[in-house]
């Protein structure tokens, strides 16, 4: 139970007078005394808060950057109407900043007997799960001097799943698949492919091409036509040590990953390729494997959608043995990891061997903006040291790089937003030449 401001102010107003002409606590008390029962009625006639009827409904996840709708759902079950003031909390990063009072209160008024719906629309700022916290009602007397107030559990989870924004990329990317695959374009020609009909043979093309057999039961010179293989396997080992916790722009390097990783993910069950995810560093934080390629896209972003980096060092042996397990036959395994010398040199490359002489490895890092707009900077001597340690952090990245490129790992080293179409671009290069 609660006094209203309108109390406190009738209460102020009424000993005001006595207070200035005669004052004496016996006359206070005869002005406060009618406010005072005036109070208990109030409080009488007010909707008990306890007996209310409570429960949730509406969305149940949103991506990050979208609203999400709960309802909530009052049921009157007293005698008397409630009129009620409502705080429905959830965490702090449910709210886009400065917006949490606006939407978290409600007013309402439900008749005996009745029920009435609230929407809450929550913008979350952070992947992973937001869980309801309390519902806090506080219910006002029809003279609005006292209140009873009450606090109800009502559980309701929405997950923040990761935005997608490379998204964007996805159309250009299949309309260069297509062509790969010979839907918009002549099929291609040439080792590692699958064979996929016969034609006519034209002046040019390479005379391996020539299918003796087929040729010699026509009248004209067959060759046969290919195009990229189908039904390949594709892991994305994602390193959630704590090298991906470095924030680069606004978000850490493990949310420019992931973003690059869906959109592959994306381009290649279109290709009909098999898409699965690991996410690693000392343990196993997310595996999804077997989804069918109507079911992996929405099962990855599922299970990315919890994932947060773990200040630990990434194990480097526990990585490749668990992926090895995961794919124990030639597959294309892309490893999200930073190309930061230490980790690579003394983790990474002294058990690289063991994945690329079973598989196909592909390493994408993200890259800070900020350091390519240091190594630019003129002007004074601050800027010119800023830039000298640009140049020696990039020459130290690029220099990794070779040091995978000569163990024949492909390295997509690139910005956040650079990294999604450059991952794909490399993907359609080894499916162009062959090497899935």
């Known amino acids: 139970m609660a006094l209203t401001g309108r109390a406190a102010l009738l209460a102020a107003l009424g000993s005001l007078p006595v207070g200035i002409w005669e004052p004496s606590w016996a006359g206070i008390l005869a002005v406060n005394a009618p406010l005072a029962m005036a109070c208990a009625c109030d409080f009488t006639l007010a909707a008990p808060v306890r007996r209310l009827g409570l429960s949730r409904s509406g969305d149940t996840s949103a991506r990050l950057g979208e609203t999400a709708d709960v309802t909530l759902t009052v049921t009157n079950p007293s005698g008397r109407p409630l009129r009620a003031h409502l705080r429905d909390a959830w965490p702090p990063s449910s709210w886009q900043p400065g917006t949490e009072i606006e939407a978290s ?40 001097l006292f209140t009873r107030q009450g606090t109800h559990k009502v559980p309701w989870t929405v997950r923040v799943l990761p935005p997608f924004t490379s998204r964007k990329h996805l159309p250009s990317k299949l309309a260069r698949l297509r062509e790969l695959d010979g839907r918009t374009s002549v099929l291609t020609r040439g080792e590692g492919t699958e064979f996929d009909s016969l034609r006519e043979y034209v002046p040019g093309d390479d005379t391996r091409s020539i299918d003796w057999r087929a040729t010699a039961r026509q009248s004209a010179v067959a060759v046969r036509t290919w195009r990229p293989e189908r039904d390949r396997h594709i892991l994305l080992a994602l390193d959630t040590g704590r090298t991906s916790a470095g924030r680069v722009g606004d978000a850490p390097r493990l949310d420019a990953s992931m973003d690059a990783a869906l959109l592959l993910a994306a381009l290649a069950s279109r290709a009909g390729d098999r898409v699965d995810l690991l996410a690693y560093d000392r343990r196993v934080r997310a595996l999804v494997q077997g989804r069918t390629a109507g079911d ?137 030449a062959g090497r899935l």
Do not use: C, W
């Open 105 to 144: 209160r409600h007013r309402l008024t439900v008749p005996p007997g009745e029920r009435r719906r609230l929407t809450t629309r929550l913008r979350p700022t952070r992947r992973g799960d937001r869980q309801a916290d309390r519902v806090t009602i506080r219910s006002y007397g029809p003279l609005g």
């Open 296 to 432: 992996v896209l929405p099962s990855l972003v599922n299970a990315m959608a919890t994932l947060e980096p773990e200040l630990v060092e990434t194990n480097a042996r526990g990585l490749t043995a668990t992926a090895l397990r995961t794919a124990p036959r030639h597959a294309l395994i892309v490893l999200f990891t930073s190309l930061d010398a230490a980790p690579i040199e003394e983790g990474l490359l002294p058990v690289l061997p063991q994945l690329t002489q079973r598989h196909t490895v592909l390493v994408a890092s993200v890259a800070d903006p900020y350091v390519a707009r240091m190594a630019k900077a003129r002007g004074n001597t601050d800027s010119v040291y800023e830039a000298a340690a640009a140049a020696q952090a990039q020459s130290e990245r690029h220099r990794t790089a070779a040091q995978l490129r000569r163990h024949g790992v492909t390295v997509v080293d690139a910005t956040p937003d650079e990294l999604a179409p450059a991952l794909a671009d490399a993907y359609l290069a080894l499916k162009t």
